[in-house]
């Protein structure tokens, strides 16, 4: 069974850039038709779509995040990152990577809760 | 970006109940919505796919209806494990969007 596991400091602080990545197992990160996400959830509130990654390397990303985000991928690796620059408070949230199957998400991991803070 | 409402946002209910919650759309989105059930400090788990299509060990007591706009996801018989909050998801356009949420609670 395809696993995703997040992984990443916890703590980040104002203006700094967010790093995380998600390693795949059990499972190609290149298999044909999917993309691979990351979501996030801030505390008690909704979810946002914040991108996603084919194993081309070819991305989407949610406008809101303003030209912040970039994502990407090492297939040699079996997994895939998140950068998201200049954050703030605004950015603490639990962030999720999911495999996208035509655009949901049918696998997730168990999500990583980064809090934004000096 | 194609703006989900969901509604209620949150409801009581029993054991056994039938429960519905809407999802309406901003704009028409076919037949691209899918359904998620997330529990407390889990992850968000796929139900349906496609308005309808029942994701693989989804129980058959979840269904999803609707075209267009609006859209209803459906428990026929409410069990103690379906008390969790449900989001909606379009996928017919970038950026993907979810709806707020409707969190179903024991009466």
């Known amino acids: 069974q395809l696993q995703l596991q997040e992984s990443g400091p916890g703590l980040v602080k104002p203006s700094e850039t967010l790093s995380l990545t998600c390693s795949v197992s059990?499972?190609?990160?290149?298999?044909?038709?999917?993309?691979w996400a990351w979501i996030r959830q801030p505390p008690g509130k909704g979810l946002e779509w914040i991108g996603s990654v084919y194993a081309s390397g070819s991305t989407h990303y949610n406008p809101s995040l303003r030209g912040r985000v970039t994502i990407s991928i090492a297939t040699s690796k079996n997994h895939f990152s998140v950068n998201l620059n200049s954050v703030a408070a605004a950015d603490t949230a639990v962030y999720f990577c999911?495999?996208?199957?035509?655009?949901?998400?049918?696998?997730w991991g168990q999500g990583t809760m980064v809090i934004v803070s000096s | 970006a194609i703006q989900l409402t969901q509604s209620p946002s949150s409801l009581s209910a029993s054991i056994g109940d039938r429960v519905s919650i809407t999802c309406r759309a901003s704009?028409?989105?076919?037949?691209?919505l899918a359904w998620y059930q997330q529990k407390p400090g889990k992850a968000p788990q796929l139900l349906i796919y496609?308005?309808?299509n029942l994701e693989s060990g989804v129980p058959s007591r979840f269904s999803g209806s609707g075209s267009g706009t609006d859209f209803t996801l459906t428990i026929s018989s409410l069990q103690p494990e379906d008390f969790a909050t449900y989001y909606c998801?379009?996928?017919?356009?970038?950026?993907?969007?979810f709806g707020g949420g409707t969190k179903v609670e024991i009466k």
């Open positions: 496609d308005v309808s």
């Open positions: 998801q379009q996928f017919t356009s970038f950026p993907l969007t």
């Open positions: 704009q028409g989105i076919s037949s691209a």
């Open positions: 999911a495999r996208s199957r035509r655009a949901t998400f049918d696998i």
């Open positions: 059990a499972g190609a990160i290149t298999s044909s038709g999917y993309y």
